[in-house]
């Protein structure tokens, strides 16, 4: 089940806590800034490339799809997670899912039972936090809002995705008032989803990227010498594509089995970005956030170091669970561990790390699937926000 919601610019929150001084959380502050939001940035001490340049210059420099001004926005960069605790009760976590562990253990001994924690993107952190950590409410996206990279203090915003998919979990926790705070965040359109797995099976990185890089990895390693590869444009051929449908194909097998209305590889795509190609192959020539994206340099990049092990290895082990045929997500999986030397069936977000081994397949579709109307109900006449918490106590925020 999904329901639309689209910010109010009036309503958006007075302040917020960003996890993570990568590109998304500096796109996510430039964002927020623009629109009258005030933003304590966390950076992890010890994690301090992309911040470091822009404390040295004062400022972040910017540029957007569109826009033909170079941004400038002041940011407020922190690295003591209480205090980022302290500025906001909304925190939005923009770290890869290979550092949400790390922050997890920085936030463990704070008092978070009155914060709401957006994980942008989630997969399944949610459940991975289990009883370690009592938070208020946990909402997880499927994806980042912005396309983009950073580089020596300045963003380069690719694309924006027009909408993405979003859940809380446990579902009974997003209140009206709470929907309504995080819906006036982003400026896209969220799309309510029944679970958290439902978000993770949207997310369509892991169908995208760990095969473009891994059936490219000679040209990604050796790249030719005349240019750039570019991981679209030259990487994403018919067979590839091909490759990349079959894993789709399973992920479609998987929310079916679960009652998710989910939409294909390429649907996703379009709509994500406001297209209309008739083909991946099409797509990775003409659009415009893609074309032009060279590739990494090399194989250890969270197109494959994330993707696989906290998507994949999910996605498998639900396959399994559900009676349906994994083998074109334990192909990638196999092959993405031969290539890096890793074990990511270890080393990933299985089921048993989930805490979901344990259930049934009628248990796991009862309690995350759609068919029972679970998710967000309340439909679109929220309440908008007006400085309180779902308490009623008055928040700075």
């Not at 009883?131 to 909402?139: A, M, R, S, Y």
């Not at 570019?230 to 994403?236: A, I, K, T, V």
């Not at 396959?319 to 069936?345: C, H, Q, T, Y």
């Amino acid at each position: 089940m999904k329901r639309s919601g689209k910010s109010d610019a009036k309503s958006v929150p007075r302040k917020v806590s960003i996890l993570g001084a990568g590109p998304s959380g500096f796109a996510l502050a430039a964002d927020l800034s623009s629109r009258g939001t005030a933003v304590l940035l966390y950076s992890h001490p010890e994690h301090l490339r992309h911040a470091q340049p822009v404390l040295d210059q004062g400022d972040l420099l910017s540029s957007w799809p569109g826009v033909a001004e170079e941004r400038c926005t002041k940011v407020n960069i922190t690295t003591d997670m209480r205090a980022a605790a302290d500025f906001s009760d909304l925190m939005i976590m923009t770290v890869p899912s290979t550092g949400q562990e790390t922050l997890l253990g920085e936030m463990r001994g704070l008092d978070l039972s009155l914060h709401t924690l957006v994980a942008v993107p989630g997969n399944l952190f949610s459940l991975l936090v289990g009883e370690t950590l009592k938070i208020g409410c946990v909402v997880e996206t499927n994806i980042s809002p912005y396309s983009c990279r950073i580089s020596a203090g300045h963003l380069q915003v690719f694309g924006v995705k027009s909408s993405f998919n979003i859940a809380a979990h446990p579902p009974s926790t997003l209140t009206p008032r709470l929907h309504s705070r995080i819906t006036s965040l982003f400026s896209q359109t969220l799309r309510w989803s029944s679970s958290v797995l439902e978000v993770s099976l949207s997310n369509i990185n892991g169908v995208f990227h760990p095969l473009m890089m891994l059936l490219n990895a000679g040209s990604i390693e050796v790249p030719p010498p005349s240019r750039p590869f570019l991981l679209y444009s030259d990487g994403l051929t018919p067979a590839v594509a091909r490759a990349m449908l079959a894993v789709d194909r399973v992920r479609l097998d998987i929310g079916e089995k679960m009652g998710f209305d989910l939409d294909g590889v390429l649907e996703t795509s379009n709509r994500c970005y406001d297209a209309r190609f008739a083909s991946l192959v099409e797509l990775a020539r003409n659009s415009g956030p893609h074309k032009d994206l060279a590739a990494p340099s090399s194989l250890r990049h969270r197109n494959v170091e994330e993707d696989v092990p906290d998507l994949l290895v999910c996605w498998a082990g639900l396959a399994r669970k559900l009676g349906l045929d994994a083998g074109p997500l334990e192909a990638v999986v196999g092959i993405a561990g031969m290539m890096m030397g890793r074990d990511f069936w270890a080393q990933g977000r299985s089921l048993e790390r989930l805490h979901l081994e344990g259930l049934e397949e009628r248990e796991i579709v009862e309690r995350f699937g759609g068919f029972g109307g679970s998710g967000w109900t309340g439909g679109d006449d929220y309440e908008k926000d007006d400085g309180t918490s779902d308490s009623g106590v008055e928040l700075d925020n």
